[in-house]
């Protein structure tokens, strides 16, 4: 199993969101989803990002390069992770 550090574009809600966060994977073109909150939205295009790369491996289409080039092995049971912290 690899793991993918896919880039996230979140999005203010605004008329063009239907008043909603909007969050989107860029690298996966059509990979957004849409929350009443930062988190939950955040929570929904995760779970559409699994459901893409899922949809290529099922079809043994290849990822786009800038998908492959993002992923993270497993070792040792160690995942190596960040957060974004502002100040």
Same mark, same amino acid.
């Given at each position: 199993?690899? *793991?993918?550090? *896919? ?13 909603? @966060? ?9 990979? #957004? /989803? ?17 459901? @893409? ?5 099922? #079809? ?9 080039? *993002?992923?993270? /092995? ?14």
């Amino acid at each position: 199993m690899k *793991l993918y550090k *896919l880039p996230i574009v979140l999005y203010e809600p605004s008329e063009e969101t239907n008043d909603m @966060f909007l969050a989107e994977v860029p690298v996966l073109p059509g990979c #957004r /989803a849409w929350g009443e909150t930062p988190s939950e939205a955040l929570e929904y295009v995760k779970g559409v990002a699994e459901a @893409f790369i899922e949809s290529y491996q099922d #079809r043994e289409v290849p990822l786009p390069e800038e998908v492959k080039s *993002l992923a993270i /092995a497993i070792k040792d049971g160690f995942v190596p992770g960040e957060i974004m912290v502002a100040a």
